[in-house]
């Protein structure tokens, strides 16, 4: 199997059960978001990480898969496939919960960096937030299950703790930010 179709040369592409629709399209814009996404998560996993980091971040790039898929696939279409669902939702509520257990409580704004994996966290958690407002612009023109806007929406709240995680566990210390007051 080739690796190029020539099927988008024109600026077009094929949603999952065939509708064709330009690459502009905000569907496109929304999936592949999360498609960028889905490759700094895996950026982030490829530095070294907590045993937790490498569980949950394994386990959220196969969520990113389903998110993806579910948003190229209008309701509409008689393609089956997986959705993102509420128990995805409650699965990131509850990797938050457990993870903040062993952080300190935030009482400043914390600038965005620290280890490897931290710093990459943090650039997936702002790609995340790209990524909500593409699907959120997506659902006012066309049928987005809104579980897939919740996600997103815990996602980057998951993606933020578990960046503090990384950076404490790497034994790196959050720097607050403190606006210079003149």
Same mark, same amino acid.
């Given at each position: 199997?080739?690796?190029?179709?020539?099927?988008?040369?024109?600026?077009? *592409?094929?949603?999952?059960?065939?509708?064709?629709?330009?690459?502009?399209?905000?569907?496109?814009? +929304?999936?592949?978001?999360?498609?960028?996404?889905?490759?700094?998560?895996?950026?982030?996993?490829?530095?070294?990480?907590?045993?937790?980091?490498?569980?949950?971040?394994?386990?959220?790039?196969?969520?990113?898969?389903?998110?993806? +898929?579910?948003?190229?696939?209008? %309701?509409?279409?008689?393609?089956?496939?997986?959705?993102?669902?509420?128990?995805?939702?409650?699965?990131?509520?509850?990797?938050?919960?457990?993870?903040e257990?062993?952080?300190?409580?935030?009482?400043?704004?914390?600038? %965005?960096?620290?280890?490897?994996?931290?710093? *990459?966290?943090?650039? +997936?958690?702002t790609?995340?937030?790209?990524a909500?407002? +593409?699907?959120?612009?997506?659902?006012?023109?066309?049928?987005?299950?809104?579980?897939?806007?919740?996600?997103?929406?815990?996602?980057?709240? !998951?993606? !933020?703790?578990?960046?503090?995680?990384e950076?404490?566990?790497?034994?790196?210390?959050?720097? *607050?930010?403190?606006?210079?007051?003149?």
């Amino acid at each position: 199997m080739k690796i190029y179709t020539k099927k988008g040369d024109s600026g077009e *592409t094929s949603l999952f059960g065939g509708t064709r629709v330009p690459k502009s399209n905000e569907r496109i814009e +929304a999936y592949g978001t999360v498609d960028e996404l889905n490759s700094f998560v895996g950026l982030a996993a490829s530095y070294e990480l907590s045993d937790a980091g490498t569980k949950y971040l394994r386990k959220v790039q196969e969520m990113l898969f389903t998110l993806g +898929a579910d948003l190229a696939t209008p %309701p509409s279409s008689k393609t089956r496939i997986d959705r993102i669902s509420e128990d995805d939702v409650s699965f990131l509520e509850d990797a938050i919960d457990e993870l903040e257990e062993d952080l300190e409580s935030l009482k400043n704004f914390i600038l %965005p960096g620290g280890s490897q994996s931290g710093a *990459t966290l943090h650039v +997936a958690r702002t790609i995340c937030r790209r990524a909500e407002r +593409a699907t959120v612009a997506c659902s006012k023109s066309d049928n987005i299950s809104e579980n897939c806007i919740k996600f997103l929406n815990r996602l980057s709240d !998951f993606l !933020f703790v578990m960046a503090r995680y990384e950076n404490k566990h790497a034994g790196v210390r959050e720097e *607050t930010w403190k606006p210079d007051r003149k």
